[in-house]
């Protein structure tokens, strides 16, 4: 499987199955694909800045995908930078905290 294989059913599992990224002005982009490691690191952005839910979606991310995308093996989600930039970190590291999302497990 070439890298460009396992980016483009990342980029389709996600466009699938996780829809509300970009149903609600946010967006997902494919950073980095190691295809020999299994390792995909998907940054999100847009209207995910200042999502409350968005450390969840992260986190959804990276526990859904190498389940459901075959050689998948790691992932990491990280936040946009600039324009596109999501959740501020402060904001994350304090729901991190909060007990109510330890064990979150969203519908997507």
């Known amino acids: ?56 979606t992260m986190q959804a991310i990276e526990h859904r995908l190498p389940e459901n995308v075959e050689e998948v093996t790691e992932v990491e989600v990280v936040r946009a930078n600039g324009p596109r930039a999501a959740v501020m970190p402060s904001k994350i590291d304090e729901m991190e905290e909060m007990e109510e999302y330890e064990n979150y497990d969203p519908v997507f």
């Open 1 to 56: 499987m070439s890298a460009q294989g396992l980016e483009r059913r990342t980029r389709n599992y996600l466009s699938n199955n996780v829809p509300q990224i970009q149903q609600h002005g946010g967006h997902f982009e494919i950073r980095d694909v190691d295809e020999e490691a299994g390792r995909v690191t998907v940054a999100i952005g847009g209207a995910c800045s200042g999502c409350g839910i968005a450390p969840m």
